[in-house]
């Protein structure tokens, strides 16, 4: 079961779930913004356990756990999840149940993965699992199934810049095309190619252009005696929230364009979840501060590379 926009809230179908006592033992909740992810997770395991947790999730509380990647190589390992699993098999000590915490979920390498299994498949008693990430198709589709998902709101901004919209109708357009026609061979691949191309060169022309707009506004008010290094910095920062809010419409366009796929053509399964998964990729290289219209360019390509195999 999936909530998601335009359905019952999440936060009304849980809260639903715990009055009548029928919440799954496993919840894999997602969205774009971890932190907002994870401060829904902690409101949630408050409310099992009955008591007020602090903002990382554990304060004081014996029967509240918590699975992380590793700080350096931000990898959930093997013996970090046996130790985790080895902590809810006791019984609760002050709450009537457990919860355990896996921040960014995505993140367990195949043993990991392969250990938690085993645990979704014969889970403990009196035991919550809260599997939080942004990047829900990254994880084992086994693992997957054996959850039940929560798809929180995004929170983000509308869009309203009309090139803005002009070219997510066409990116929208162009997926619908290659879902239709499913490009192959030398008549139809270049065809595709120069397609996205000019998307990515209509992409940086956006970003530029509304950059040099919004700064001329903002600049109006900024003091007389402001140095060009900070001026500089300002107009970067500007540029940078601008492309990630792009990209992050991007997502939200290709999530949805995807659930409508999946309801029409389930043939297509499999290569529309590995579109996801390529965006899922390209949103983790923007972590990694590399340029959106390179992270843009990998994923169409990809995408391309997807539906003309």
């Not at 999840?81 to 006791?90: G, K, P």
């Not at 499913?182 to 990515?200: C, D, E, N, R, T």
Request: proline share 5%; aromatic share 6%; charged share 25%.
């Amino acid at each position: 079961m999936t909530a998601g926009i335009g359905q019952e809230s999440p936060y009304a179908l849980i809260d639903r779930a715990i009055q009548e006592n029928r919440l799954a033992h496993a919840l894999l909740i997602y969205g774009q913004n971890l932190k907002g992810i994870e401060a829904f997770a902690n409101e949630l395991a408050s409310k099992l356990v009955d008591s007020q947790l602090s903002e990382e999730g554990l304060g004081w509380h014996p029967d509240v756990f918590a699975l992380r990647p590793s700080k350096k190589s931000r990898i959930i390992s093997v013996d970090d999840t046996r130790e985790l699993i080895r902590n809810i098999q006791h019984s609760p000590q002050k709450a009537d149940r457990k919860v355990a915490f896996i921040h960014e979920a995505d993140r367990f390498n195949p043993s990991a993965a392969n250990a938690f299994l085993k645990t979704l498949e014969e889970p403990p008693l009196n035991t919550n699992i809260l599997l939080l990430t942004t990047r829900p198709h990254s994880l084992m589709a086994t693992i997957r199934s054996r959850c039940q998902l929560f798809r929180l709101p995004t929170g983000a901004n509308e869009i309203e810049d009309a090139r803005t919209l002009e070219w997510l109708d066409d990116y929208r357009s162009l997926l619908s095309d290659m879902l239709a026609k499913q490009p192959s061979g030398k008549s139809g691949v270049p065809h595709y190619i120069m397609g996205i191309y000019g998307l990515i060169e209509r992409f940086r022309n956006i970003i530029e252009a509304i950059t040099k707009e919004t700064w001329k506004e903002q600049s109006k008010q900024l003091p007389e005696d402001l140095d060009d290094d900070e001026r500089i910095a300002m107009e970067s920062r500007i540029s940078i929230s601008l492309r990630h809010e792009f990209l992050s419409a991007i997502e939200q366009a290709t999530e949805s364009f995807t659930r409508d796929a999946l309801a029409n053509r389930p043939e297509a399964a499999s290569k529309l979840v590995k579109s996801i998964q390529e965006l899922e990729r390209a949103s983790g290289l923007l972590r990694l501060n590399l340029r959106p219209e390179t992270a843009l360019e990998t994923f169409l390509l990809k995408v391309l590379r997807i539906w003309s195999a």
